[in-house]
């Protein structure tokens, strides 16, 4: 922490967690993951291939349904004072458009999706997972390149319920985006 804000002429280490995240500048690899700055690596190619896929797919849906945005990482999602996270693929439905801001997205997207990569899987199944859950995403899905298959979590009264696991040639099915679905096989490379 020192390192990151040593050239600064203040005492940082009496900020909040959010006041700390707002002093970096625009770009910086970081989320605030329950009050504490983490450094995000940059994403491995097959890990951004998943994400393009998928995106695409959306982004072509959604458009095509004119009933929101499709935004991909690196965008901050401001939960709460103690969660700015990076979702790789975020949808915001058009009634909520109202929450993208000019620096960041300020309330919770309507549907996250998660690639897990080596260095962060324990973040989106974890810290994440709870601040989504409690920040009040409708929809999560965790996609893991490793297994080739995607989980499905829709909330139901606050909490996260797994709907279904899907892979190969099974449909991914969102809630959120009703008639939007997937292939499993066809967002791995």
């Not at 605030?32 to 690596?41: A, K, S, Y």
């Amino acid at each position: 922490m020192e390192t990151l804000f040593a050239d600064l002429p203040i005492d940082c280490e009496k900020l909040s967690p959010l006041a700390r995240f707002l002093l970096l500048p625009e770009g910086a690899p970081y989320q605030l993951i329950n009050g504490e700055l983490v450094m995000t690596p940059a994403p491995i190619p097959v890990h951004q291939l998943i994400v393009m896929e998928l995106a695409m797919a959306m982004a072509f849906f959604v458009r095509k349904q004119q009933c929101g945005h499709v935004l991909i990482a690196p965008l901050d999602v401001y939960l709460d004072d103690e969660n700015i996270l990076q979702p790789d693929i975020l949808f915001i439905d058009r009634a909520r458009e109202h929450s993208i801001g000019k620096k960041m997205i300020e309330a919770a997207p309507d549907f996250i999706v998660e690639v897990l990569s080596p260095g962060t899987a324990r973040y989106d199944l974890e810290e994440k997972y709870r601040a989504y859950e409690q920040g009040g995403v409708k929809e999560y899905w965790i996609v893991d390149p490793n297994k080739k298959n995607i989980d499905v979590f829709v909330s139901t009264d606050g909490h996260f319920i797994r709907q279904k696991t899907v892979s190969g040639a099974k449909q991914a099915r969102s809630t959120v985006l009703p008639g939007f679905s997937i292939q499993a096989a066809s967002i791995f490379p």
